[in-house]
T-cell receptor, first 116, second 108 residues
Framework: DAGVIQSPRHEVTEMGQEVTLRCKPI?????LFWYRQTMMRGLELLIY????????DSGMPEDRFSAKMPNASFSTLKIQPSEPRDSAVYFC??????????????FGAGTRLSVL | DAKTTQPPSMDCAEGRAANLPCNHS???????VYWYRQIHSQGPQYIIH???NNETNEMASLIITEDRKSSTLILPHATLRDTAVYYC?????????FGTGTRLLVSP
């Protein structure tokens, strides 16, 4: 398996623009997680899905952030409008169904977002 | 999630064992201890987890004290590629909360 695939790897945009980050989880994994990592705040969970349904979005910073999972093989994280403080590395992770293994997560390589 | 405490940094010579400690004195009975690592510019990578018993896999060994208040991750023969930030996480069947971890530097 190719693992969790994220695109793009790097994104540079200007303040106010819409940004869409993409993630393809490992086939057969039922859970998908979006994280954000910054020097100041470390690695934070933004939202996670189970069987394409958002379960916990309490980590989403504000209404400018939205995430969708239209099917089992694709998810997006959208920021509209983007702000410089959104600059970070965004990771996607997935994990299979078993309860104990929900916390054995497989991470993608991340998308490094720079908002100018 | 249980609060965990790890030293901010450690050094290890290549080929020697790296022993990374973690305190989790508030861990509850149904919470596992998970270890992840993050090599520079990569996503976190799962290493190992355990509940009460010591565990070993192809990457590492996990030693959990009998009272479960602390644990040690052991990399038996550290290589330069093991240089990374290592995260110890106490968690049940809910989301992982990553702390600041231990930055392990393996030197020749």
């Amino acid at each position: 398996d190719a693992g969790v695939i994220q695109s793009p790897r790097h994104e540079v945009t200007e303040m106010g623009q819409e940004v869409t980050l993409r993630c393809k989880p490992i086939s057969g994994h039922d859970y998908l997680f979006w994280y954000r990592q910054t020097m100041m705040r470390g690695l934070e969970l933004l939202i996670y899905f189970n069987n394409n349904v958002p379960i916990d979005d309490s980590g989403m910073p504000e209404d400018r952030f939205s995430a969708k999972m239209p099917n089992a093989s694709f998810s997006t994280l959208k920021i509209q409008p983007s702000e410089p403080r959104d600059s970070a590395v965004y990771f996607c992770a997935s994990t299979p169904r078993l309860a104990a293994s929900k916390n054995i997560q497989y991470f993608g390589a991340g998308t490094r977002l720079s908002v100018l | 999630d249980a609060k965990t405490t790890q030293p901010p940094s450690m050094d290890c010579a290549e080929g020697r064992a790296a022993n990374l400690p973690c305190n989790h004195s508030t861990i509850s009975g149904n919470e596992y201890v998970y270890w992840y690592r993050q090599i520079h510019s990569q996503g976190p990578q799962y290493i190992i987890h355990g509940l009460k018993n010591n565990e070993t896999n192809e990457m590492a060994s996990l030693i959990i004290t009998e009272d479960r208040k602390s644990s040690t991750l052991i990399l038996p023969h550290a290589t330069l590629r093991d240089t990374a930030v290592y995260y110890c996480i106490g968690a049940g069947f809910q989301k992982l909360v990553f702390g600041t971890g231990t930055r392990l530097l393996v030197s020749p």
